[in-house]
């Protein structure tokens, strides 16, 4: 159980445009979702928490306009990155909570050119 | 502000080593604790967890950590290594219950030569 999912699991885009992740939590319900990201041979940076009907609460520093999330259902929470650049490419991982553990998503890897 | 410090960057060990990668946290409240593991190109997994109770906490695949803390400390240890541990390690800390942000230190990279 807890299994939390993906998609896509990598996605090239071109530069100005706009890239949208999904994350389903797959046989749980999950009212709080977090977004990370992990850049190469780094640790996870907590970009914001998804909360399920309302306004996602961004970490310092991560722009809430570039970086939209929208939590719509207790099992699925988006992250849309916009007029994403090539500095925005990197790892992006999802994690789903339940009770006091989160379940983490595989990841998905955005390259944009 | 709260911190996780894991003070091996990297680590290598041959089979049959024994192993213990340092992870110590900043803050001084209730904790919850946790040890993940991502092995190359795979996603977080999760080796154990602390919310309370016996602060010796057994894992999966002959993992295990200790919570001390006094020392604000949950090291993780391991008697005897396989190649298959060659992995990131990453100690995770949330507060207040447990329902708050994960923050995680920087990993250690454990390579294990056969």
């Known amino acids: 159980g807890a299994v939390v999912s993906q998609h896509p699991s990598w996605v090239i885009c071109k530069s100005g445009t706009s890239v949208k992740i999904e994350c389903r939590s797959l046989?749980?319900?999950?009212?709080?979702m977090f977004w990370y990201r992990q850049f190469p041979k780094q640790s996870l940076m907590l970009m914001a928490t998804?909360?399920?009907?309302?306004?996602?609460?961004?970490e310092q520093g991560v722009e809430k306009d570039k970086f939209l999330i929208n939590h719509a259902s207790l099992t699925l929470s988006t992250l849309t990155v916009t007029s994403a650049h090539p500095e925005d490419s990197s790892f992006y991982i999802c994690?789903?909570?339940?009770?006091?553990?989160?379940?983490f998503g595989p990841g998905t890897r955005l390259t944009v050119l | 502000a709260q911190s996780v410090s894991q003070h091996n960057h990297h680590v290598i060990l041959s089979e049959a080593a024994s192993l213990e990668l340092g992870c110590n946290y900043s803050?001084?409240?209730?904790?919850?604790l946790f040890w993940y593991v991502q092995y190359p190109g795979q996603h977080l997994q999760l080796l154990l967890k602390?919310?309370?109770?016996?602060?010796l906490v057994k894992g999966i695949k002959g993992f295990e950590a200790e919570f001390i803390k006094s020392k604000f400390s949950f090291n993780l240890r391991k008697p005897s290594v396989q190649w298959s541990d060659t992995a990131e390690y990453f100690c995770?800390?949330?507060?207040?219950?447990?329902?708050?942000?994960?923050?995680f230190g920087a990993g250690t990279r454990l390579a294990v030569h056969p």
């Open positions: 998804s909360n399920e009907g309302s306004k996602a609460t961004y």
């Open positions: 803050y001084g409240g209730t904790v919850n």
């Open positions: 046989d749980f319900q999950a009212t709080t």
């Open positions: 602390y919310f309370s109770g016996d602060p």
């Open positions: 995770a800390v949330n507060r207040d219950g447990g329902y708050n942000k994960l923050i």
């Open positions: 994690s789903a909570r339940m009770e006091r553990e989160q379940f």
